[in-house]
């Protein structure tokens, strides 16, 4: 369900709300645990590593503790996920350091940037507030697979800054910074808790609820609720968008058109098989997608279908009297879980054989190729899920959803083929390309 909010100010959390908790805990916590040693020793006298240090003698109540018991503390700490701020101030200061010299890639959802932008660009200020500290707000902002987002984010708030978040008075300081009216704030957060407190203060909330993340099953409460970014307007005056126009359809066939004869070329879409679709609008959903039996290599701006939320024609656009392929529900269906922009469908030799040998899911590891994902090359792993196939749209879906990884955009379908997405077309192409590329890496493997 969609939601409009007519504010000056967005304040966003991070973990389950922007980016995947997992990506967090699997990728950058171990990152940390394996470096603070050398921090504790070599930088200590940094003012803020001192203050830190400080900070957790006197939380442990043990004046005298040395680098290793400082060090055994932060890693049972970490290991209970505790939000400590002397832990996320030093978790900080390791993150940038990995950010700055290329080791670490920060990870975006894929409905969130695209929206970033768009309420930049319409004037509406966006600030960061989030238990992590500052200086890891800010890295994980400047080194994003979509580059440096900082121009995006005007302030950065944590705990030391603002307070504790599951306390009002925390928003109440956040809001005197700003200097904004209370109500002229939205919060977006993925904790109830968190969203109590900012409703307190007088701000405007939503909850993000986002399948896989830690505080899924918990809800939101009485908060309203969207699975992505894509189901929000925000600014002042904003309003649902309005109909698609033919002309909108058209320049979206052209657009199909293009990456398809792409993609024929590459052997990925032969005969007639494959598709691809573009999110033209959001309130109702509306895709535009290939028409079904058409060569993919010869298609024009008119071999589109506008498709509703369901996947199923819209009557009476000119630019859609083919039929729509029986897998247009499915594209719907991930532009809806995802915020994906665009879907591409491939039939690609790898994918169908690599979900032979490996039904239970494919784990890429160690890769330089897996930063075109927004990972990591050195310590990241990513799984590829695989899922049976269905010719029915409803049970498919459920299953994509189900299987999917947030840090993977992309499924194979066993026995059919691939399906990959991205904020928009260009990102969906490069996401296709780089999972083919492993793919194929791991079928050269297996052959050795």
Known sequence: MNHTFDVDHVVLDIEGTTSATGFVVDELYPYSRKRFGRLLTERAEEPAVRRA????????????????????????????????????????????????????VSHFYPDVVPRLRAWHAAGVRLHVYSSGSGAAQRAWFGHSPEGDLRTLA????????????????????????????????????????????ARAAGWRTAGVRRPGEPYYESGVGDHPEVASFAELEIGAGAAAAGPVSDEEVRQAGARLAAEAARFASFGWMRGTSGNLSIVLARDPLRLAVTASGRDKGELTADDVVLVDGAGAAVAGTAAGAGKPSAEAGLHARVARLTGAGAVVHVHTVAAVAMARRRPGGIVFRDLEMLKGLGLPAEGAAARLPVITNSQDMTVLGDRLETARDPRMPAVIVAGHGLYVWGADLLQARHHAEVVQWLLELEMEAGRG
């Open 154 to 197: 005007d302030r950065f708030y944590d705990t030391e800054n603002a307070g504790p978040k599951l306390v009002a008075t925390s928003y109440e300081t956040i809001a005197a910074d700003l200097g904004a009216a209370p109500d002229r704030v939205l919060f977006l957060s993925d904790r109830p808790g968190e969203l109590d407190a």
């Open 53 to 104: 240090v400080a900070q957790i003698r006197e939380l442990l109540a043990e004046p005298g503790a040395d680098a290793a018991r400082i060090e055994r503390a932060l890693g049972a700490w970490l290991d209970e996920d505790r939000k400590v701020t002397p832990l996320k101030t030093l978790q900080g200061i390791v993150w940038a350091e990995g950010f700055a010299n290329g080791e670490l």
